[in-house]
T-cell receptor
Framework: GAGVSQSPSNKVTEKGKDVELRCDPI?????LYWYRQSLGQGLEFLIY????????KSGLPSDRFSAERTGGSVSTLTIQRTQQEDSAVYLC??????????????FGDGTRLSIL | GQSLEQPSEVTAVEGAIVQINCTYQ??????LSWYQQHDGGAPTFLSY????GLEETGRFSSFLSRSDSYGYLLLQELQMKDSASYFC???????????FGSGTRLQVQP
């Protein structure tokens, strides 16, 4: 497709379970970002990939959160032993490689994660 | 650290002009972006300022004053479809991640 694709669109799971969220960036975009957004709040940065490496993981809230990117394309965000405070919309964005800050980030529709 | 402040809600009527302000406190500030997000939708890029002054893109304009650590988004000829949340976001030198404000919910009334 032409835009950033995320799956699943919705995920409901029980506390303590592991979840995997997937992001397909725009073809050719080398930069990929994960953010999360709680209800009525701004976006909180989690991790940034350039190609397959993650030079900035500073936003990951705990060691329960991890992410990988393969083939310079698809990325997976994994949350282990989920807790209720993990409930949020997880947004993925991609951009072409370019100067810092001046490349618009193209967002997917997000995965709405609900922890029961 | 970084923080951005913007009003939580703004209401305006169709056809009017509205200004959404954003003040920021960041060290290493590089530029200010604006994103629009409709309920349940993806944020979409509107504008970016790295230099002081006004950037115009159709009905939307964005302004930055680095000396005042302040920017705004100006929406002209408001339409009902402009009802959405608007986020300012700062970027730092050498860092690709954006730091977002909490967003301003704009309601356009007939």
């Amino acid at each position: 497709g032409a835009g950033v694709s995320q799956s699943p669109s919705n995920k409901v799971t029980e506390k303590g379970k592991d979840v995997e969220l997937r992001c397909d960036p725009i073809s050719g975009h080398t930069a990929l970002y994960w953010y999360r957004q709680s209800l009525g709040q701004g976006l909180e940065f989690l991790i940034y990939f350039q190609g397959n490496s993650a030079p900035d993981k500073s936003g990951l809230p705990s060691d329960r959160f991890s992410a990988e990117r393969t083939g310079g394309s698809v990325s997976t965000l994994t949350i282990q032993r989920t807790q209720q405070e993990d409930s949020a919309v997880y947004l993925c964005a991609s951009s072409p490689l370019g100067g810092a800050g001046n490349q618009p980030q193209h967002f997917g529709d997000g995965t709405r994660l609900s922890i029961l | 650290g970084q923080s951005l402040e913007q009003p939580s809600e703004v209401t305006a009527v169709e056809g009017a002009i509205v200004q959404i302000n954003c003040t920021y406190q960041t060290s290493g500030f590089y530029g200010l972006s604006w994103y629009q997000q409709h309920d349940g939708g993806a944020p979409t890029f509107l504008s970016y300022n790295a230099l002081d002054g006004l950037e115009e893109t159709g009905r939307f304009s964005s302004f930055l004053s680095r000396s005042d650590s302040y920017g705004y988004l100006l929406l002209q000829e408001l339409q009902m479809k402009d009802s959405a949340s608007y986020f300012c976001a700062s970027s730092l030198k050498g860092r690709r991640a954006l730091t977002f404000g909490s967003g301003t919910r704009l309601q356009v009334q007939p």
